[in-house]
């Protein structure tokens, strides 16, 4: 089992910029990826981004160019840095770690981008 702890998210004006972090504990194994899924009121929960131990990333097609994931495997702490945000990001946003044999989702974190 592995725990996560999300960090940051909070209320921004549109153009705006907010970075939210996932810490993650317990048995880490080597090769594994951790991201970002969302979900808004009245929507289906999608990925937002990901970046595995190699560090090979992915990004939704509406958050490219804005959203910018990272990672410190020395801390097991994933990054995502979100800036030019808009009104339809407006989420929750949940981290979720995964590896051979782990899949797991932190609480969430309200992220609100004001028009």
């Known amino acids: 089992q592995v725990h996560l702890v999300e960090s940051g998210g909070g209320l921004v004006q549109a153009g705006g910029s907010l970075r939210v972090s996932c810490a993650a504990s317990g048995i880490i194994f080597r090769i594994n990826t951790m991201g970002w899924e969302r979900q808004a009121p009245g929507k289906q929960r999608e990925l937002v981004a990901q970046?595995?131990?190699?560090?090979?990333?992915d990004y939704a097609d509406s958050v490219k160019g804005r959203f910018t994931i990272s990672r410190d495997n020395a801390k097991n702490t994933t990054y995502l840095q979100m800036n030019s945000l808009k009104p339809e990001d407006t989420a929750v946003y949940y981290c979720?770690?995964?590896?051979?044999?782990?899949?797991?989702w932190g609480q969430g974190t309200q992220v609100t981008v004001s028009s």
């Open positions: 970046v595995r131990s190699s560090g090979r990333t």
């Open positions: 979720k770690y995964s590896d051979y044999r782990n899949l797991n």
